[in-house]
């Protein structure tokens, strides 16, 4: 059975950020979701090393909670990882503009940070990723910057939990820019570097666009070829997305389906 949640990867697709849907999703969660009120920020206490590596307990709980532990993950390089469309257990007792549910009324987002004062600063493209998402999940929802609240705020008694490390009411005053500035998104998700691309037969390319379902042109060809895809149309529809998630996998890359400068950089290898 699929929970009401599934908006949750067209809703950060449209804000142009980077998603990877976890296997099972739409039928993982504790039980239904109530009305969403807003989102609430936390922190992984996961290890330094790696992009996500807490998905895993994300996904299945610990020995003391099971999971789910959020519907969403984030990761260091900006990736939301969509883990449950369905209630999740993140928020504990606690409250928020009067609000004592947290479970069934805020979407839980688990941002991959080891939650020690010498991880900070968070890395900037995983700050801007949390500033878009959340303006997205909001401008969804109907809502304010002021239904974005961090787990220390919510959680009671006061001082219960220590996470986001970062000034929550400082990062309210950008998410409440970010949605006064409406779709299409403040700014792209930055790339980490430039990359190029030998084309089988043809000369090397210059620096690659990102890529996704319903690009299309001469990119899409070169990236066809690298991918052994025939005829090579041109055209990113659903054979080249699942072709593309299958080199992702099989390089140990987040199988998102979108091809950005890490991909490039693998395919071109």
């Not at 369905?86 to 009324?105: F, L």
């Not at 805020?106 to 600063?121: A, K, L, Q, W």
């Not at 500035?181 to 666009?209: D, F, M, Y």
Request: hydrophobic content about 40%; some cysteine.
């Amino acid at each position: 059975m699929a929970f009401s949640l599934t908006w949750l990867p067209a809703v950060l697709l449209e804000a142009g950020l980077k998603v990877a849907e976890v296997p099972g999703w739409q039928s993982r969660g504790r039980a239904e979701m109530g009305t969403v009120l807003g989102a609430m920020v936390h922190h992984t206490v996961g290890p330094r090393d790696g992009n996500m590596p807490s998905l895993r307990t994300l996904i299945n709980g610990r020995s003391d909670l099971p999971g789910p532990l959020a519907q969403l993950g984030l990761g260091r390089d900006g990736t939301w990882y969509v883990i449950a469309a369905g209630r999740a257990n993140h928020a504990g007792d606690g409250e928020w503009q009067g609000v004592r549910t947290g479970n069934s009324k805020f979407i839980g987002i688990e941002c991959e940070n080891t939650g020690r004062t010498d991880d900070v600063p968070w890395p900037p493209v995983q700050m801007l990723a949390l500033r878009q998402g959340v303006a997205a999940l909001l401008r969804h929802a109907g809502r304010g910057a002021e239904w974005c609240m961090g787990h220390r705020e919510y959680a009671l008694p006061r001082g219960r939990k220590p996470d986001p490390l970062f000034d929550m009411a400082g990062f309210r005053g950008e998410l409440a820019a970010t949605l006064a500035a409406g779709l299409p998104p403040l700014s792209p998700i930055p790339a980490v570097e430039p990359t190029v691309l030998q084309v089988s037969g043809g000369p090397t390319v210059a620096p690659r666009p990102t890529l996704r379902r319903g690009s299309a042109g001469p990119m899409v060809v070169a990236l066809q070829q690298a991918l052994g895809i025939e005829p090579a149309d041109g055209l990113f529809g659903a054979h080249t997305e699942a072709a593309v998630r299958r080199a992702q996998r099989s390089r140990g890359l987040v199988p998102d389906g979108i091809v950005g400068p890490k991909s490039w950089a693998s395919l071109s290898g």
